[in-house]
């Protein structure tokens, strides 16, 4: 007999009446010129609308709230490749916790850092890649015994994540297949859950960069792969190792991890502004990616979430002026 998951379907459902005041109910809107390219009915739900540019707050918010007036005294520290870090400092603000330590890899996108210098939240920039801002930010909550807030390993913030799934599932009840971006696998996690509890016929999909597989070979051997040594990707806020407890709570509820080249990335994010006028970063547009470059056997209403539109302007302009396009 399988372990109980250490999410319920009833937390997730919790989570959203407790971060309703704090978090937007984000569009899920239907793409006619991307589902004519893709040759599917193609929905986009629009977690670039959220608060801070992503879906990051409903998990922060949520594992924030349940914690005690001492844990929330203590301070509160987290690691980011930037979008975490940002829904953790959004968090803290509303609801009025004093200080906030966020440890960011020097490598984020200086368009997530700006706005985080916005926020009464000490930032600090620590090493080239999530693993190292991960381990200064347990180092410090050691050291200082302030309240670690995990990214994506962790029962709070998966039911938090999970909130998205449970809009999805309200406005389309019987989505076909539901493609989502995955990193540490909170969000995939949570949406899994939710929306199977709706519609277990729902095929659900998470997309890696392949620069960074660690889902998918997280799937194929049976256990969470964390931390991974992944190679360079545009997407980082997807480069890493995939959580034990999502892994836990997902592993029967994912039907496939599909993997997306970097060039292919690229072309997502062009196209979604061609199609939708809709701007995201290269971690939330892995789901077009692989809706566009068939990587997925596609059935029905099909639903993408686009994660975050934190794009820094540099490297739109880049892609934008790249001439010569492959794929």
């Known amino acids: ?3 109980a998951s250490p999410v319920t379907v009833a937390d997730v459902h919790a989570a959203r009446e407790r971060i309703a005041p704090y978090v937007i109910r984000t569009p899920l809107t239907h793409s006619f010129l991307l589902g004519r390219q893709v040759g599917f009915d193609v929905w986009l739900k629009q977690e670039n609308r959220q608060h801070t540019g992503s879906f990051k707050p409903r998990g922060a918010l949520n594992k924030t709230m349940r914690l005690s007036d001492a844990e929330r005294s203590r301070g509160i520290v987290a690691a980011s490749a930037g979008n975490h870090a940002l829904g953790v400092a ?6 009025g916790v004093d200080r906030a330590d966020v440890f960011v890899q020097a490598t984020a996108a200086p368009a997530k850092i700006a706005k985080l210098q916005q926020y009464p939240a000490a930032v600090h920039l620590v090493g080239e890649t999530f693993d190292k801002a991960q381990q200064a930010a347990w180092a410090f909550s ?5 309240t670690f807030v995990s990214a994506y390993d962790d029962p709070a913030v998966i039911a938090g994540q999970g909130t998205c799934g449970l809009e999805i599932v309200d406005e389309m009840r019987n989505a076909d297949t539901i493609i989502v971006p995955v990193g540490g696998g909170a969000l ?8 199977k509890s709706v519609n277990p016929r729902a095929h659900i999909v998470g997309v890696n960069p392949a620069a960074s597989p660690s889902a998918r070979l997280s799937f194929q051997r049976g256990h ?5 040594e992944h190679g360079p990707t545009l997407a980082h806020g997807l480069a890493g190792g995939f959580g034990r407890t999502p892994f836990q709570v997902a592993r029967n509820l994912i039907d496939d991890i599909v993997l997306v080249t970097e ?3 690229k072309r997502a994010i062009v196209t979604l502004i061609d199609t939708d006028q809709i701007l995201a970063e290269a971690s939330g547009v892995v789901g077009v990616a692989a809706a566009l470059y068939k990587k997925i056997a596609l059935r029905g209403a099909t ?3 686009v994660s975050g539109g934190n794009i820094d302007s540099g490297v739109l302009k880049s892609i934008l002026n790249d001439d010569s396009p492959t794929g």
């Open 263 to 265: 060039e292919e990335i």
């Open 224 to 228: 969470a792969i964390d931390p991974y």
């Open 188 to 195: 995939i996690a949570g949406i899994a859950l939710a929306a």
């Open 1 to 3: 007999m399988s372990a």
């Open 303 to 305: 639903v993408i979430v």
């Open 90 to 95: 959004y968090a803290c603000q509303v609801l």
């Open 142 to 146: 050691r050291e200082t015994g302030a």
